[in-house]
Structures are given as C-alpha cells and as structure tokens.
C-alpha cells in the first residue's frame, strides 16, 4: 500500500468516525471559525498515522508491527484527548467517544501500516 493510499484511507477513517461515533461532536457550520476544523482534524491524524511506517523505515531499518502498533496508539488515543480537552471544532464530549474514536482510528492507521510493513517484507 503506498502512502497516498493510506493517507486516503486514514483520512477518511478520522473523518468517518468524526461524524458517526457517538460521544463525538461536530461543531456547527454556522459558526465561522468551525468551518473545516473537522476537514483540518482529520488531514492532520491522517497524515500523522500514514507516515508512521515511512518515518521509521527512514529513521532505522528494522520496523517491527510492534512498533507501527505503539506508535499509532500513541498518535490516535492522544489527537481524541486533545480534543477532549481543547475544542477544535470537533469535540470528544464523553470518555465513551474518546475510545471508540480512538480504537477505531488506530485500527485503521495500524492496518495501513501494516501493510506498508508487509509489502516492504515481501519486495526488499
């Protein structure tokens, strides 16, 4: 899987979850500031969980699925409190959105990582 592929995927994960996970709001589109800060939280975790494998191909040779799955719990669970914490036009209202919201983004960012990791396993 190629990074574009999986920032695609990632983004959409995030902006998927943004919008359907209950104990996540949205906020109104009414409100100027607010427009796009969903678009903008998503770009942000997609792209950040997406370079994950290709930042640690380059920084080591040996990335492990451990670490793919260290890192993206890292990058999904801490950008979900953050907005539990400071409201960025998306907002974790529950502790219960904060985990669904998490689980299911690092889900998604470990399965494109994974792959990433694979393909390289099978093409050196």
């Known amino acids: ?8 995927f990632n983004f959409l994960a995030v902006f998927f979850i943004n919008r359907m996970a209950p104990g996540l709001e949205v906020g109104n589109f ?13 770009l942000v975790v997609g792209l950040l969980n997406a ?8 920084m ?11 890192i993206t719990f890292l ?12 409201p ?3 907002q974790a209202v529950t502790i219960f959105g904060v985990i669904i919201g998490g689980t299911f983004v690092w889900g998604a960012g470990f399965l494109t990582n994974y792959l990433e990791w694979r393909q390289d396993i099978k093409n050196p």
């Open 1 to 8: 899987m190629n990074f574009l592929r999986s920032f695609g």
């Open 30 to 42: 009414q409100n100027v500031p607010n427009i796009g800060a969903d678009l903008l939280f998503s």
């Open 51 to 58: 370079s994950v494998f290709p930042l640690l191909f380059i």
């Open 60 to 70: 080591e040779r040996n990335p492990t699925p451990r670490k793919l799955a260290i």
């Open 75 to 86: 990058i999904s669970f801490s950008s979900f409190i953050a907005i539990a914490i400071l």
């Open 88 to 90: 960025f036009g998306v």
